[in-house]
């Protein structure tokens, strides 16, 4: 999540975390106002992030020797009002994949990977848009579809209708695809949800174990919550 003109907007990570760690959306919400001493990432979490990038990097060079028309927004990622604009641009051209697609719609904001045209009819033309993402996992996880639940309902603001599938391209190379509509009635509750707990602002929440906490940037504020608290789980096995 992040400030802007006075407003808060909403990742698809901020919904995914919220799914997972309701205290984190505490967190995160306090540290807007008031920032907190995030933990520095370990040489495993610097890894995993650079075997990403290169994930990433690896499916675009794929893309660009499989398509003529390949549009870049990586370059105006610093300015998401022209990030955005250059991404409705970009569709409105008919470019057959847009890298780092961008989109505003208050009070979310989304950065997805690439977005792949289809033949299937839209307000563009005779053509629209399904969302790809790529993930180091060799599995599709719930957390993936939840994103790409994120980006595909902000995509359809722009092209008029929901897209008809949604694809992750998982660390061994694999495509996977996901109806959207088998999956929307659940996103739209999770949203409705996470919408809800905004308007709480700082609930009193308390950090629970799980299994993404060694990774998670508020990990010091909960160990030295638990140490404090002599919670339970400081006791090993």
């Not at 991404?87 to 057959?96: C, N, P």
């Not at 045209?117 to 180091?136: A, F, N, Q, R």
Request: one cysteine or more; charged letters at 30%; glycine letters at 4%.
């Amino acid at each position: 999540m992040q400030k802007k003109d006075a407003t808060i907007l909403y990742s698809a990570s901020d919904i995914v975390s919220f799914l997972d760690c309701e205290h984190k959306t505490t967190l995160d919400l306090i540290d807007l106002e008031t920032p907190l001493p995030k933990a520095e990432d370990d040489d495993e979490a610097m890894l995993y992030q650079k075997k990403g990038f290169e994930h990433e990097g690896s499916y675009v060079e794929q893309l660009k020797k499989k398509f003529t028309s390949f549009a870049d927004i990586s370059a105006y990622k610093g300015d998401i009002d022209e990030a955005s604009i250059k991404t409705v641009e970009a569709m409105r051209s008919g470019a057959d994949i847009i890298y780092q697609a961008t989109f505003i719609k208050h009070p979310f904001l989304g950065h997805a990977d690439f977005l792949k045209k289809v033949p299937h009819p839209s307000s563009l033309g005779d053509y629209s848009y399904e969302v790809i993402d790529t993930k180091l996992a060799r599995n599709p996880k719930a957390r993936f579809i939840i994103q790409l639940c994120f980006y595909s309902e902000l995509l359809r603001h722009i092209q008029g209708h929901d897209p008809l599938l949604m694809h992750v391209v998982l660390g061994d190379g694999r495509e996977e695809s996901f109806r959207c509509a088998d999956y929307s009635k659940y996103y739209a509750t999770l949203k409705e949800r996470f919408l809800k707990r905004m308007q709480s602002a700082h609930s009193g929440t308390y950090p629970e174990k799980h299994d993404h906490c060694d990774i998670c940037r508020w990990r010091n504020i909960c160990e030295e919550q638990w140490i404090k608290d002599d919670h339970l789980n400081q006791v090993a096995n």
